[in-house]
């Protein structure tokens, strides 16, 4: 047996191994079309999900949001009751007076009225009311109102000289200014100076 008739059949062995190795075509895009389509599936299916628990948290949101305004309103229209709710030993005790005023006698009736005004001074202080520093202290735009200026050689000028209605912070806020009267600076010097001025000159006349 020659060398060429035992190499010849290699060729077609060969081609025969290539051909069994390499996928059908056909069956290679069905496979890639399935993939795209379960991919494709599975995407929508996120999509979904992810605009219902989108949709979840908004009405969630809305929920909380229309709550926490309820509340606000709510807190709103009553914030006050605390503070009356601490005034009405105060009301209880004016009453008290009231029906047993016509039996008392004047010292009495001055006394009780002290007592319960002081009962109200000590409620609203514990509530953070405090008044404002006024009379002999230097006077203060912020917290002062001047209703009327007094001329005086006593007291330095602009110093608070009385109290005609009192201010009163809440906390560290300006509730109602002090209305107050100021000092200003006398002028009975100059008037001084201008009356000896003219007793100088009505003796020049006279000596004249």
Do not use: C, W
């Not at 606000?72 to 005034?87: H, N, P, W």
């Not at 016509?102 to 953070?128: N, V, Y």
């Not at 608070?160 to 002090?178: C, I, T």
């Amino acid at each position: 047996m020659t060398e060429a008739e035992v190499e010849a059949p290699e060729e077609p062995v060969a081609s025969a191994v290539e051909a069994a190795a390499s996928p059908a075509p056909t069956s290679e895009n069905e496979t890639d079309e399935r993939g795209d389509d379960s991919e494709r599936a599975r995407l929508q299916k996120e999509a979904s999900e992810m605009r219902e628990l989108a949709q979840r948290k908004q009405a969630e949101f809305e929920n909380f949001r229309k709550r926490m305004e309820r509340e606000r309103l709510e807190l709103a229209r009553y914030a006050g009751a605390d503070v009356v709710k601490e005034v009405l030993p105060v009301l209880d005790n004016l009453e008290r007076a009231r029906s047993y005023a016509d039996g008392l006698s004047e010292e009495q009736l001055r006394d009780g009225i002290a007592i319960i005004q002081r009962q109200l001074q000590e409620i609203l202080t514990r509530m953070g009311l405090t008044e404002v520093e006024s009379e002999g202290k230097p006077f203060d735009p912020h917290i002062h109102e001047a209703v009327s200026q007094n001329e005086t050689e006593e007291h330095p000028e602009g110093t608070v000289l009385s109290v005609f209605q009192k201010g009163y912070l809440f906390k560290d806020r300006l509730l109602r200014p002090a209305m107050v009267s100021v000092a200003r600076a006398s002028s009975g010097g100059d008037k001084k100076e201008d009356a000896d001025s003219e007793g100088e000159s009505e003796a020049v006349r006279r000596s004249d």
